[in-house]
């Protein structure tokens, strides 16, 4: 399996923008995760679906985020409008049960945003 | 609430000796607890994770961390380090049947020549 794809990998736009980030997660994973990291503040969970839906999204920062998974192979976070605080790398991950307690969660490579 | 204590942002620590990287965590509950790596420019790996049974855990690349629940404690150990273990660390712990992570704020091991 390829594992978690995102992309951009790297997104640089201007404020106001709209950004539009993309998570493949893997194949028979029934949960998805989407995390920011920032220096500031560290990893932070922002939402999290399971079996396409939305199970906690207290993460969110603000209305300026939304997320969906319109389907169980594709997620998008989109930022609307964006703003230089924005700036992070976003990172999806997915998981399946295993059945052993505790459901192991693989990483994307992440998508490193820039709002000048 | 769960969350993750690691006192140490950046560790500097000369190619083959030990390191100890700390993490404490804190709960009212019981807890799944893990550790990250997260090479440049890359997303986060697991490295090892305690669920239950023994209280040492070992990861395939000569990492170990204990689960101290007196001391409420995870570290991570290595007796002899090496340059390819240059990355940045993150204990994490998850309350037991949830499913969402709590990540302390990552621990920069750089390892000199």
């Known amino acids: 399996d390829a594992g978690v794809i995102q992309s951009p990998r790297h997104e640089v736009t201007e404020m106001g923008q709209e950004v539009t980030l993309r998570c493949k997660p893997i194949?028979?994973?029934?949960?998805l995760f989407w995390y920011r990291q920032t220096m500031m503040r560290g990893l932070e969970l922002l939402i999290y679906?399971?079996?396409?839906?939305?199970?906690?999204d207290s993460g969110m920062p603000e209305d300026r985020f939304s997320a969906k998974m319109p389907n169980a192979s594709f997620s998008t976070l989109k930022i609307q409008p964006s703003e230089p605080r924005d700036s992070a790398v976003y990172f999806c991950?997915?998981?399946?049960?295993?059945?052993?307690?505790?459901?192991?969660?693989?990483f994307g490579p992440g998508t490193r945003l820039t709002v000048l | 609430a769960q969350s993750v204590t690691q006192l140490d942002s950046q560790v500097p620590v000369f190619e083959e000796a030990p390191v100890e990287l700390r993490c404490n965590y804190s709960?009212?509950?019981?807890?799944?607890l893990f550790w990250y790596v997260q090479y440049p420019n890359q997303g986060l790996q697991l490295l090892l994770k305690?669920?239950?049974?023994?209280?040492l855990v070992e990861s395939i690349n000569g990492f170990e961390a204990e689960f101290n629940k007196s001391q409420t404690s995870f570290h991570l150990r290595k007796p002899s380090v090496h340059i390819s273990d240059t990355a940045e660390y993150f204990c994490?712990?998850?309350?037991?049947?949830?499913?969402?992570?709590?990540f302390g704020t990552g621990t920069r091991l750089t390892v000199i020549p």
């Open positions: 994490a712990v998850i309350r037991t049947g949830a499913n969402n992570l709590f």
């Open positions: 991950a997915s998981s399946s049960p295993s059945g052993g307690g505790y459901n192991e969660q693989f």
């Open positions: 305690y669920l239950s049974g023994s209280t």
């Open positions: 679906f399971n079996n396409n839906v939305p199970i906690d």
């Open positions: 194949s028979g994973h029934n949960s």
């Open positions: 709960s009212s509950v019981s807890v799944y």
